[in-house]
Structure formats: C-alpha cells, structure tokens
T-cell receptor
C-alpha cells in the first residue's frame, strides 16, 4: 500500500521554467511533510519541509504548497536551473522521523 | 564532522555469500536507519534503531539483520545474498528533539550487486 503517491516520475523543464512535483497522502495522522533532494551518487538531503498548520512555505526558489482538505502537497521550483537536476522525494511522517514514508521519487532534468 | 559514513561504496557478491555493510555517524544521533533504494520504488526502510541496544524492523527486513552496540555504529548484515538484494543501500541518522525532529542525514550509499 503506497501511503504517499508522487507524480510525475520524471520531468524535463527548460532553464528558467517552473518545475512542479505533486504528492498525495492517505493517512490523516501525518503531521510533517519534508522534501528530500538527491543528486546522482549521493544520499538524499533535506530540502524543505512543512507542517499541516500552514498552507505554504517558501525558501528561496523552492515553495511547498499544502492542501490539507485534499490531502495533497506539491513542490514548486521557480526559475529552474540545470543545477536543480536531481531526484526529488516527497515524504510524510508522524511521531518523528522513524515513521517517515517516502514517495517513489521524481527525476528532474533542467535543460539549458 | 564527517556526518554519516558508509563502507564499502560498491560491492559485488555471489549468491549465497554474506557481507556486512558498515555505517558510522559522528553527530551523536540516537536514531539510525537502513534504507534500500530501487528504481521507481523510492526508499524502503529495512531496519532502524532508536538507541544503542534497541533495533526494530522496518518495511522490508527479510534477509537482513542489524545490531547497535554503540551510538555511532549501525552495521547491516546480509547472511545469504540473493539477486533480489541487488540495490543501493543508504544509512541515515537523526536526532530526537522536541518538537519531534524529522530530518535525517544520509550517507553516500553502498551499491550492491548480487550475481
């Protein structure tokens, strides 16, 4: 049972464009929604995270939009750059990190 | 700080062989985890530990064993390697805080091929 559904699995965006990755969850007990970024040959690293009491969080060019009623959240990368090319994982957790469930990942390629 | 260090980076095993993937962290984190990453499958939790001497199964524990004798080390043991265990393995650690912290720090991974 996939508790966190992520789409698309791959995404190609031109430099300067907006990259959008969507996730949906089922378990209403989730209370923390992080996004991890993974470059080839490296481990994932926390990019940005949100709690369900806010609808949006922005850090630089990265924004999480959160819709609690729809049980959906998304990552927007504004002014996408070739250096943003990586795999992005959404995740959801409750009761601390050990309860994290990851999405299947989105491979983003930003082309010049 | 080196963070989370995994060894080896690459390994080829024959079916039925055994090996231990090493993981050590120098951040004094009490929680440690082992994941496997397969294409199109995301990260699946194999085992985790909330402190020295305490381990628990994750989502996909079959075929693996772990131990946690110290805060720093969390080795993963494969006893009888099978082709289905071909994967990239990541070790991670996190620090329990209040409110509950959910950031984990990952190692660079071990790419294992079983032939």
């Amino acid at each position: 049972q996939q508790q966190v559904k992520q789409s698309p699995q791959s995404l190609i965006v031109q430099k300067g464009g907006i990259s959008i990755i969507n996730c949906a969850y089922e378990n209403t007990a989730f209370d923390y929604f992080p996004w991890y970024q993974q470059f080839p040959g490296k481990g994932p690293a926390l990019l940005i995270a949100i709690r369900p009491d806010v609808s949006e969080k922005k850090e630089g060019r990265f924004t999480i939009s959160f819709n609690k009623s729809a049980k959906q959240f998304s990552l927007h990368i504004m002014d996408s750059q070739p250096g943003d090319s990586a795999t992005y994982f959404c995740a959801a957790s409750f009761g601390g990190y050990q309860k994290v469930t990851f999405g299947i990942g989105t491979k983003l390629q930003v082309i010049p | 700080n080196a963070g989370v260090t995994q060894t080896p980076k690459f390994r080829i095993l024959k079916i039925g062989q055994s090996m231990t993937l090493q993981c050590t962290q120098d951040m004094n984190h009490n929680y440690m985890y082992w994941y496997r990453q397969d294409p199109g499958m995301g990260l699946k939790l194999i085992y985790y530990s909330v402190g020295a001497g305490i381990t628990d199964k994750g989502e996909v524990p079959n075929g693996y064993n772990v131990s946690r004798s110290t805060t720093e080390d969390f080795p993963l043991r494969l006893e009888l390697a099978a082709p289905s265990q071909t994967s990239v393995y990541f070790c991670a650690s996190s620090y329990r805080t209040v409110p509950l912290n959910t950031e984990a720090f990952f190692g660079q991974g071990t790419r294992l091929t079983v032939v």
